[in-house]
């Protein structure tokens, strides 16, 4: 299995501000996912995105994925305090391996 | 209605013990998952069950076991418990083993090991 890596381990914005965090790995991957973990709660999924594509959204959030520089990038837009959470990426490679997830990026949006 | 449910949520035992964590999932999937969270907030995979078979035991020392009743059950069970045993521990579950396996986790069962 292999786990992605985050970045920035920590990012403080205002509110109303975009957030952007990114995420490397290693391998080749089926498809990497999203997962937002606010604090003392289990992870919640946010999105997918598989390795033939480059660009999806969801709401306020947008994804994409460089399978040629191994790396994704997850850009909350017009942030509200209620996102500050932890955000984890998880790749998975085309074995199905099972998820590992890095430390993520612990954002903290200021009202 | 909770989808995955883990009891307690808080545990609070002395090093010597023996503890279990019990988890449940109503979403019909068909594989679990034990996840050991550490202070530094990294999830490492412990165990998957898909269909009451273990999948995978990452080197997780042989004091903790897995045991699975049936598909909606998954609990852990450790032995002789550790200062380094403390973490919060969360169950996940998901439809299919690997592929796109979009994971549902429980709120997490801290344990401190004094």
């Known amino acids: 299995s292999q786990q992605g890596e985050e970045d920035p381990q920590a990012l403080s914005i205002q509110e109303g501000e975009n957030a952007t965090m990114n995420c490397s790995y290693k391998?080749?991957?089926?498809?990497l996912q999203w997962y937002r973990q606010n604090s003392g709660r289990g992870l919640v999924h946010l999105i997918l995105?598989?390795?033939?594509?480059r660009e999806k959204h969801s709401g306020r959030l947008r994804v994409t994925l460089d399978t040629s520089k191994k790396s994704s990038s997850l850009l909350i837009t017009a942030s509200r305090a209620a996102d500050t959470a932890s955000y984890f990426c998880a790749p998975q490679n085309n074995a199905g391996n099972m998820l590992t997830f890095g430390g993520g990026t612990r954002l903290m949006v200021k009202p | 209605d909770t989808a995955v449910s883990q009891t307690p949520k808080y545990l609070v035992t002395q090093m010597g013990n023996d503890k279990s964590i019990k988890c449940e999932q109503n979403?019909?999937?068909?594989?679990m998952y034990w996840y050991k969270q550490d202070s530094k907030k990294f999830l490492k995979i412990m165990f998957s069950?898909?269909?009451?078979?273990?999948?995978i035991n990452e080197t997780v020392p042989n004091r903790f076991s897995p045991k699975s009743p049936d598909k909606a059950h998954l609990n852990l069970h450790i032995n002789s418990l550790e200062l380094g045993d403390s973490a919060v521990y969360f169950c996940?579950?998901?439809?299919?083993?690997?592929?796109?396996?979009?994971?549902?986790f429980g709120e997490g069962s801290r344990l401190t090991v004094l």
């Open positions: 069950y898909n269909n009451k078979e273990l999948i």
């Open positions: 995105i598989r390795s033939n594509e």
């Open positions: 996940a579950s998901s439809q299919v083993l690997g592929a796109s396996g979009e994971l549902f």
């Open positions: 979403l019909g999937h068909d594989t």
């Open positions: 391998t080749s991957i089926n498809n």
